[in-house]
């Protein structure tokens, strides 16, 4: 079984400071990573994906297999960036499994 | 393409009455996947279908609850007989195949609260 872990509940910045989103999951086989942001109002978006390894919003994420880690980051927060942010994971199998699944997410509030 | 819909956004229900959720996937999407989301809890997998089939359907609940995709009209999540515990958000996400590397897009969900 799959599992994804969002430690923060809240995570709260200065505009300018840097943001570090932590996700750390458990999967036996090879997992494929993805981040997905809800800003307020709005439905749930993928923000990256680690396959394509973009930088998408000033946003990077790198996964790192020994550590099981997938942590969201970006050198200067923007107020534009508050929002909910989940992690989420899919295992990548032949012949199908498409579910996700999600971390509790985490609150980021990006003060002034 | 106006994006995957959700209706009701909001539904009330009392307990022992039925709650139908409904999902209509984007345009030239044939795979639905159905999400609940219970208060301070991450989204959680329930059902994936694609037209007339349930392709996996591990995280739906064994009793009460049900899902369809038809060749024609929405996705149905139905769910009988509602209890106070079934008060969550439930989403709807659909994606034009099933096979790894497709993005799932949501839907705005639907807030169901049991009285």
């Known amino acids: 079984a799959q599992r994804v872990t969002q430690p ?18 458990s999967y036996s086989g090879s997992p494929e990573l993805f981040w997905y942001v809800q800003y307020s109002r709005q439905r749930l978006q993928l923000l990256l994906r680690h396959i394509s390894r973009e930088s998408i919003k000033g946003f990077t994420a790198d996964l790192n297999k020994g550590e099981t880690s ?4 970006k050198p200067f927060a ?8 989940y992690c989420a994971l899919k295992p990548i199998l032949t012949g199908g499994g498409n579910k996700l699944t999600f971390g509790t997410g985490t609150q980021l509030k990006v003060e002034l | 393409n ?3 819909m959700q209706n009701p956004r909001h539904l009330v229900r009392r307990r022992g009455q039925e709650a139908r959720l409904r999902c209509s996937p984007m345009k030239g999407h044939s795979h639905v996947y159905w999400y609940r989301q ?4 991450g989204l959680k997998f329930m059902v994936y279908l694609q037209k007339e089939n ?5 995280g739906m609940p064994k009793e009460r609850f049900s899902a369809e995709f038809p060749k024609e009209g929405p996705s149905i999540l139905r769910i009988q007989q509602v209890v106070r515990g079934d008060s969550a958000a439930y989403f709807c996400a659909s994606s034009p195949l ?15 609260t049991v009285l």
């Open chain 1, 8 to 25: 923060e509940k809240l995570l709260s910045v200065f505009k300018g400071a840097p943001v570090e989103l932590k996700c750390n999951y």
């Open chain 1, 70 to 73: 997938f942590h969201l980051k």
């Open chain 1, 78 to 85: 923007q107020e534009e960036d508050s929002a909910m942010y």
């Open chain 2, 2 to 4: 106006a994006g995957v």
């Open chain 2, 38 to 41: 219970l208060p301070e809890e």
């Open chain 2, 54 to 58: 349930i392709i996996d359907e591990s």
């Open chain 2, 98 to 112: 099933g096979l790894g590397g497709n993005e799932q897009f949501f839907g705005p969900g639907t807030r169901l």
